[in-house]
């Protein structure tokens, strides 16, 4: 068995542990910064990095009325939360010069959600090779900047 020393994660499994409110809802009430991470807030949708991300700068879209399911937003939430992924793909591609996008939601505990209760996409930046020896091989996803350095280049260049 390997095991991955990661002394950092304890703060979110205890408070995971106490938090009976919506994680994503809980960010909603911080003003917005390295602590609650939300990039940007627009009248119906926020975009909020990932604080476990698949690489830098993957973000996820999410709106702010606390639903379950893409189906049960209505017509004005649904098209806004489409331009913001359309947004976020501009932005992250061009600071982070991106190849690609995997763009996608994970709807239910059976589908992998780890929030079922919020819906929300995942916009996460690719490039071309980037499964590199350490994630084939080692099993290990290697993350290059800190959440702070990345949500700092996102917030200055989100428009």
């Not at 949708?45 to 893409?70: E, Q, W």
Request: with cysteine; net charge neutral; glycine share 8%.
């Amino acid at each position: 068995m390997k095991h991955l020393w990661a002394p950092w994660r304890i703060k979110f499994i205890q408070r995971a542990a106490r938090d009976e409110k919506c994680i994503f809802c809980n960010a909603l009430e911080k003003t917005d910064g390295v602590e609650n991470l939300i990039v940007f807030r627009g009248q119906r949708i926020f975009v909020i990095l990932n604080r476990y991300p698949y690489t830098s700068g993957h973000v996820m879209v999410v709106p702010i009325n606390h639903r379950a399911t893409y189906a049960d937003l209505d017509q004005t939430d649904r098209a806004e939360l489409m331009e913001g992924i359309n947004t976020a793909t501009k932005v992250i591609g061009e600071v982070y010069h991106a190849d690609g996008f995997n763009v996608g939601a994970n709807l239910g505990s059976a589908a992998g959600a780890g929030v079922t209760g919020h819906v929300h996409f995942h916009v996460v930046p690719r490039w071309g090779g980037d499964a590199n020896y350490m994630s084939t091989v080692g099993e290990v996803r290697v993350i290059p900047e800190s959440l702070e350095d990345t949500y700092r280049r996102l917030k200055e260049n989100w428009r």
